[in-house]
């Protein structure tokens, strides 16, 4: 097949900039392919490593949930990332010298190299994080859980005593109960008469002071105060936001892009605001009056930080109305928050919801040498939801992978997830969607990977799921399957005791589950005889009990899981997420906070992102790479004119872009422009007239020609 010239650049240049790295320049078809093929491979190897980071982190997390890692040595990283990671380094080796293109491939390797040890050190570096912040929870909470202990203790004890007082009785469940519910009641009030009085805390009271004391300066302070009831903030342009005058006489008035930049300021805010209150909620901790001092903090930075390229400035109103939502909505969380605390930490509390285990306890110490069953009910009622979680956060890897693997958007870089997007935009035609991806990038790709996993997921009524649940539910059962022998074997050796061998039966389930042992010192007395029978009977009870996490999780909601595997194919496949300030094309590096320029290969007209010409309102139609080029010069905010050639001497995001002239465009954002030129004349209050009049040739552009030249590439 004949290509013209024109046409295979443009080619060229896409499938370079899919294959990412159009920095690297290509000689001919031959080293495209060759690149094509190299980046599908290393898409592979990422997720190898990935998802085995991914693994051992769970893996990491269950430790130190059940209490067997309490500081993180570096060794504890060394050993299982540096194996994988040579491996895939092999593997890597082995390809650039073995693939039929290597020669062409060596001018690459280094850049490759260099991208895999920056992908290992952040996923160490993450994981690291993760388990030092659960490191310190559980030190905040060990105080805590040796009172907890303490006082299970005691009644433990009582309950043996109680037990020895109608052994030998045979007495049935009915009255056991009737022994033990009176006495369970009184230890509980003993419990609590001895408790210090707690003081609450007024949350409402500290939200109202907290505000007053930092809007003191505030007239009207008192009827805001007073009016505001909800809890949803209403962007009010003409309240919120100042205009500046200019050259301090003329007023300016507040254009399109002046709305979305303040629109994107306020969602700034508001997801810093739910980041951190799902930080707090993560902790554990009780409520204290300083989080509200933390959402001030964070409205002050970002409202500091606004780009308003001096055109306008936040009002005190803006500030002070959305401190008061927000504080609102923090009320509410923090009043969770402390009854959630309480409900875990007070020991009355604690003893209430924890009855059914020292029932159990008393139930076994009463029966003697027949309570085997008893004990592996209770083991079996405390190892199924442990099961049911760790059964989730696996699914969670099987289906980020396999979708990797399976689906075209997701097995190349970021560039090839974003072609399949502009393809599934432009199939569309919703115009309000393709309004999302120019100006909130970012929640448009997590909204897009989300659409994909709900439909993977929903696909032939969900046998691929189901597949991976039997997979899942298969490596579990023989985990455990295993301990249980394992502990068997060695507990017959040693004539152990109920308390040795939950000892060995939780070591031997190590990482697989969080298990941890101390949730079975109700039990650990227990005098156990006879351990065949045991093991016996813990493995008769295995099947029943895979069916009940079968059936839980098949009772879930299917879209639970559709966040988690979401972050986890956004993480592979996201980079950086600078927009171009001319035209608002993303920067396809694969890197987040990158060194160097941003870049992207292929920029759109600069109408798409609302730019006219000053005095006007006719739309620039221009490329930004053709505008660089010419004479011409912008107007910034603070009415400086800087010619385009120079544009990096604008600051800010000009000044970190790196924009080379060149007078390609793709036909996509032609046909875009003259296909949505109604919507884009609306939303903008411009229009394609005199300079900006949309050429001919664009609109002869059809829908077919620009899904056809990207479905070729
Ligand atoms: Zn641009
Ligand atoms: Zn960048």
């Excluded at 050993?79 to 994988?84: D, Q």
């Excluded at 300030?581 to 992102?609: L, M, Y």
């Amino acid at each position: 097949m004949k290509i013209s010239d024109v046409k295979f650049r443009v080619q060229d240049l896409w499938k370079a900039l899919v294959n990412e790295n159009f920095i690297f320049s290509f000689r001919n078809t031959r080293e495209v392919m060759a690149m094509s093929k190299l980046e599908t491979m290393y898409n592979h190897w990422t997720w190898e490593l990935r998802s085995h980071m991914l693994d051992f982190q769970n893996q990491l997390i269950n430790q130190i949930q059940n209490g067997k890692v309490e500081a993180l040595k570096t060794s504890i990283f060394e050993a299982p990332v540096t194996e994988k990671y040579t491996a895939i380094k092999q593997e890597l080796e082995k390809y650039f010298n073995e693939d039929p293109d290597n020669e062409i491939l060596v001018q690459w390797k280094s850049n490759f190299e260099n991208k895999l040890i920056i992908l290992k050190e952040t996923l160490i570096s993450d994981t690291r994080r993760k388990a030092n912040e659960l490191i310190h929870l559980k030190k905040n909470q060990e105080r805590l859980d040796k009172k907890k202990s303490s006082y299970a203790n005691e009644l433990l004890e009582r309950s043996r005593k109680l037990a020895l007082t109608v052994k030998g009785k045979e007495l049935n469940e009915e009255e056991l109960r009737e022994k033990f519910d009176p006495l369970w009641k009184k230890w509980v009030c003993d419990v609590s008469s001895d408790l210090p009085p707690v003081i609450e805390p007024d949350i409402d009271t500290d939200s109202e002071n907290i505000l007053w004391e930092y809007f003191q300066k505030e007239i009207n302070m008192v009827d805001t105060l007073m009016r505001n009831s909800g809890d949803k903030f209403q962007i009010n342009y003409d309240e919120h936001v100042k205009m500046n005058k200019k050259y301090n006489f003329m007023t300016r008035t507040l254009k399109v892009c002046d709305r979305e930049s303040i629109n994107m300021t306020t969602d700034h805010i508001i997801s810093r605001f739910n980041e951190t209150i799902n930080n707090i909620h993560k902790q554990q901790c009780d409520y204290n009056s300083s989080y509200f001092h933390e959402i001030l903090r964070i409205i002050e930075e970002e409202v500091k930080s606004a780009p308003t390229e001096g055109r306008y400035t936040f009002t005190s109103k803006y500030i002070l109305e959305l401190s008061l939502c927000l504080f609102q909505r923090a009320s509410k969380s923090f009043k969770e928050m402390h009854k959630a605390f309480k409900r875990t930490n007070d020991p009355v509390n604690y003893l209430e919801r924890k009855k059914d285990d020292f029932f159990m306890n008393f139930k076994i110490s009463c029966q003697g040498a027949t309570s085997i069953k008893t004990f592996v009910d209770f083991l079996w009622h405390k190892l199924t939801p442990a099961i049911s979680a760790t059964i989730r956060g696996k699914m969670v890897i099987k289906i980020a992978g396999a979708m990797r693997a399976t689906c075209p958007a997701f097995n190349g870089n970021r560039a090839n997830l974003e072609k399949h997007i502009l393809i599934s935009l432009a199939e569309e035609e919703n115009f309000d969607k393709y309004w999302q991806y120019i100006h909130q990038p970012e929640s448009f790709f997590r909204d897009y990977i989300s659409d994909h996993i709900r439909r993977y997921c929903s696909e032939k009524e969900g046998e691929k799921v189901n597949t991976f649940l039997k997979i899942s539910l298969g490596d579990i059962k023989n985990a455990i399957l295993t301990a249980i022998h394992k502990t068997t074997e060695v507990a017959n050796d040693n004539n152990s005791t109920a308390s040795g061998w939950l000892d060995l039966f939780c070591d031997h389930l190590g990482s697989n589950l969080i298990f941890p042992r101390r949730d079975l010192i109700s039990i650990e007395h227990q005098e156990i005889k006879d351990t065949e029978f045991l093991k016996e009977a813990m493995s008769a009870a295995l099947d029943p009990a895979m069916r009940k996490v079968e059936e839980d999780y098949s009772r879930r909601p299917k879209d639970e899981m559709i966040p988690n595997i979401e972050k986890i194919l956004s993480e592979h496949l996201c980079g950086c997420w600078k927009q171009c300030p001319f035209c608002k094309a993303i920067c396809t590096n694969t890197i987040p906070h990158h060194e160097g320029d941003h870049s992207v290969p292929f920029h759109r007209p600069q109408a798409v992102n609302g730019w006219y010409k000053h005095k006007t309102d006719h739309f620039v139609i221009d490329c930004c790479t053709s505008s660089v080029a010419s004479d011409r010069f912008m107007l910034l905010g603070n009415n400086q004119e800087i010619s385009y050639k120079n544009y990096r001497q604008a600051g800010g995001d000009y000044a970190t872009w790196s924009i080379t002239p060149d007078s390609s465009t793709q036909s996509y954002w032609k046909w875009f422009v003259s296909h949505f030129r109604s919507k884009l004349e609306e939303k903008y209050q411009k229009k394609f007239t005199d300079t900006g009049e949309i050429p001919e040739a664009w609109a002869k552009i059809t829908k077919e020609d620009v899904l056809n030249e990207l479905k070729e590439q």
